[in-house]
C-alpha cells in the first residue's frame, strides 16, 4: 500500500482524538484521548520511516513511547490526588486560574 | 493481502478510537483504547516495524493500559453532566477537529512528494528487528536513549510523590504540593461532607 | 578711562549698591542702607559726568561708541553681545537718569525712614536705576529689551511695594501686565529687524536699514508700529495708558521717580533712538504723532476732573508725555528730549512736594479735603507752585521753552502738522489750568484741620479702627509687619534731606530752560548733533523770529490758564461745585476716565475671563480629561475584553489551541500552493 493511506489514516485518528480531548470532561477519558493522538503520530513516524528505509523513525517511535509513558504516570498520579482531596474529576470544575 | 490486513488494522484502530470518545463509562473507554492499541500494533507489523509493535503490545498495551485499568477502578466512573459550561465547545470542537484533518489530507495527498504515493523501496533484512533497533539505540543514539531513561526515571518519582500518602498534616505538610486544605486520606477526623466527585462539594472546596 | 568704561562704571554702581543691600539687609542698619543707595546712584551721576566729558573730547564725527563685555551668542550669522552704545543722546539720558535719581534717592532717606521695608525700597530702587541705565545705554536691541522688561519688573515691585494692600498688589499686576503687552510689540519689532536686516546691534541695523528699506516700505512700518507698541505701553499712551493712574498705589519717591522722571520717557527715548526706522515710515511716525496727541488731550481733560492728587499729577504726566511723543515722531528730536529733561524736573518736584503734603494730611490724597497749606508748609507750597509753574509753561520756566520748541517745530514743519500745533496749544491752555488746580487748591484759601493742626506744631494722624491703621481711600485695615505709608509723616519742613532734593529740583525746575533760548543758545542741540546729524528732520529749525512769536504765544495762553484757574478756585470758590452740576453728565464722563478702564474690562478681560473659565470647567474637564480618561478606559475595556477568554476552563483553552493549529494549516496550504 502506498503510504498515503498510512498518513490520512493517522491524521483522522489524530483527529479523533483531538476532538476527544476537547469534547470530554472527564479528565481519565482526556488522558485516553492525549494517547490517541501520540499514538496517530507514532503510526505516522513508522510509515515514514519505512517509506524512506530509514529505522532511525522507529527509535523515534519508541522514545515517544516512553514519554507517553511518563506522562500518563504522572497524569494519572494527577488523577489519584484529586480523587484523594475530594475534588471533583471534572475539568470544567477546577477553574481557579482565571482572570 | 496486504491490503486485507491494512483495512482490517484501520477499521479496528479507528473503531476503538471512535469508541474511546463516544462510550460514557470511562471503564469501556479504556477497554477500547486497548482494541486500538492492538490495531496499530497490527498496523506496525504490516510496516516492517517488528519491535515496535512488541513493545507496543508490551509496554503500552501491557503496562500503561492496565495502568488506567487500575485507576479507572479506583476512581471509578461517573456520569457526566449533559449540559455544556462552555458555550459553543459541542459545535466548534468535531468543526475544528475534521478542519484539522482535510489540512492533512491535503496536504498529504497533493504533496509533491513522490514518494508517498508509492509502496516504498525494498527494505534489507532485519529492518525493523530488534537487533537492528538496539544498533541504532545504543549506537547513534546513545544519548536520547539514557535521556529517555532519565526521564522515566523522573516520571515515577514524581508519581510516587503526587501520589503518596501525606504522613502528617499541619506544618510539615503545608510545604506539600498544592493541598488546599483538606487532609488527605485516613488522617480524617470528621466524616466526609459528600461522596467525593460531585460537583456541589467540589465547588465548596474550590471556592474556599 | 573712555567713555565706554566710564559708562560700565554707570552702568556698575546702582547694580551693586543694590546687591549690597538686598544681600546684606539683616545685617546693615536701616540708615546703612538709604546711604549706600544714595551713595551708589551719586557715584553713578559722577562717572556719568565723566562720560561726558571724556565723550565731547572725542571729534564730533565719532562721538557714537560701542564697546561690548561679553559675546552671549557668536554663531552663524547670530550675534548678540552684551553691549553698550555711548553716544550724546544716551549720555544725555544717563544724566537725567542718574541725577534726578541722587536726588529721589536723598529724598526718599528722608521719606521713607520709618519704613518696615526701608531697605528692600533701596535695593528695588537701585535696581530700578540700574535697568533703566541698561535700557538707555543698551547698543543692541537684546540688551534693550533686557533693559526694558527689568524696569517693567522694577515698576511692578516699587508699585506693589506694601503688597498687603489689596490696591497695590492689583494695581502692580495690572502694570506688569500692561507693560508685557508692550514687551511682546519690542520683541516681533526685533525679530523683525533681524530677519530683514541681519543684525541686532543699533548702529548697524540703523546703517543697514538705509540700505535695504525703501520710504514706507511694509516692514519698516511694521516694525515703526510694533516698537511703537512698546513705546505706548511704556510711556502709558493711549490705549494702554489704564496702568499709569492706578501705578500711583506705589510711594510717593516711586512715582516721582519711576512714573514721571525716567521710566515713562523710556518710550520717548526709544523712539529717538530708532529714529533712522522711523524716518523711513513716515507712516509709522505720524500714527506716534497722533496718539501722543490724543494722549495729551485726553489726559489733560481727565486731570481736570478726577481728586486724588498723585492721580491728577499722573494723568498730567500722562499728557506731558504725549508731548515728547509727539514731538519726536515728528522729528523734533532736541525739543522732545529737552521736554523730557524739564519735565523730569518739575514733575519730580512736584510729586515730592505732593507727598509732603499727603504727609501732613494723614494720607489721605484727596484734593477736597486739602486747602490753604501756605501758612502750615511754607517751603513745601512755594515749591509746589514753582513746580505748578514750570508745568503751567510760564514765561520763563524750563517747561516754557521746551514745550514751545516743540510747538514751534510743528507749526514750522507745517502742512498737516499744523494739527499738531493747535492741539498742542489747546492741551496747554488745559495744562496751565489744572497745574493751578492743584496749586490754588492746596495752597490758597481757608486752612483744613489739618493745616490748622500743624500749624499749631503737630501732625494729625489717621483714622485707626479699634487701634488697627486704616487705609484712608479703601478703608482696609493695614499690614503694619509690612510697612504701609504714614507710620510716620515726614515732610519737608522737618526732614532736611526732603528739603535740599526738594530745592535743588526747584532751582533746575526754574532755571533749567536757559540752556535753550531760541536766538541765544542752543547747547542741547549741539550737544546731541553727532546722534541726529544724518536726520534731514533734525536741520529743520524755526527762524528765531517765528521761535519767538510761538513763545510768546504760549506765554499768553500760560497766563491765561493760570487765570482762568485763578477765577475758579480762588476767587469763585465753590463755583466748580455749581459746574458739576450743571454738566453731570461730561463731568461724569471726565470723572470715570472717559472710560477707559471700563472700556478694557469688557475688551479684554472679560473675554479672558471667559475663556480661561470654559477652559477649566468645559475644556479640561470632557475634552482634555476625555482623551486621557478616554485611553485608560478604552485600554481597561480591551483588558476587559481579551479578560473573556481567561475563562478557567483548560477545555477552552485547548479548543483555541486547536484552532490555532487548523488556522496555521490553512496558513501553509495556501502558501505552498
Redesign the interface.
Known sequence: ?????????S????????????????P??I???L??ML?AG??AL??F?????N??G??F???V??????????G??????M????????????????? | MEQVAFFAGAIGALGGALAVVALRNPFYSVLALIVHLISLAGLFLILYAEFIAAAQIVVYGGAVMVLYLFVSAYVGGSEEPIWEAIPGQRLLAPLLAAALFIEVSIAVLGTGLKAIGERGPTLPAGFGSPGSIGELLLERFLVVFEAASMLLLIAAVGAIVLAGRRREAGPGGAGGPGQPGERSGARRDQPSPAPPGTPGSGAEEVAR | MSPTDFAWLVLGFPLLGSLVIALGFRVLPARVAGVIGTTAIALAFASTIGALITLLDQPSDAQQLTDSLWDYASASGLEIRLGILVDPLSVFMCLVVTGVSTLIHLYSVGYMGSDEGYRRFFSYLNFFVFSMLLLVLAGNFIFLIVGWAFVGFASYALISFWYRRHTATKAGMKAFVINVIGDVGMVLAAFFVFRELGTFELLDSFDAARETFSTNQGVVIAICCLLLVGAVAKSAQLPLHTWLPDAMEGPTPVSALIHAATMVTAGVYLIARTFPLFELAPTAADIGAFIGLATLLVAATIALAVVDLKRIIAYSTMSQIGYMVMGVSIGAYAGGLFMLMAHAFFKALLFMAAGSVISAMANNQSIDRMSGFRRALPYTSALLLIGALALAAFPGTSGFFAKDEILGFAANRGGMYWVFAIGGYAGALLTAIYSFRIGFRVVAGEPSDEAREFEQGHMSHGERVDGHPVNPATGEVEDVDVGFPGAEHHVAERSRPMAVAMGALGVLALFGGLIQVPGVDAVLEHFLDPTFESSPLYAIAPSTGDAWLGLAVGGVISAAGIAIAYFFYVARRGSTARLIERLPGLHKFLFHKWYFDELEDALVYRPAIAIGRFASSTFERYVVDGIVAGAAGFVRGAGEVVRGAQSGFVRAYALLLLGGFAALGVYFLVAAS
Open positions: 500500500m502506498a503510504i498515503e493511506w498510512y498518513l490520512v489514516l491524521a483522522l485518528l489524530f483527529a479523533v482524538g483531538a476532538s476527544g480531548v476537547l469534547l470530554r470532561r472527564s481519565l477519558v488522558l485516553l484521548c494517547e490517541l499514538n507514532n503510526l513508522v510509515a520511516s519505512r517509506s524512506l528505509g529505522q532511525e522507529q527509535v517511535a519508541l522514545v513511547m516512553v514519554v507517553a509513558a511518563c506522562e500518563v504516570v504522572v494519572l498520579g494527577l488523577i489519584v490526588a480523587f484523594r482531596r475530594r475534588l471533583p474529576l471534572d475539568v470544567d470544575e477546577i477553574r481557579e486560574l482565571r482572570g
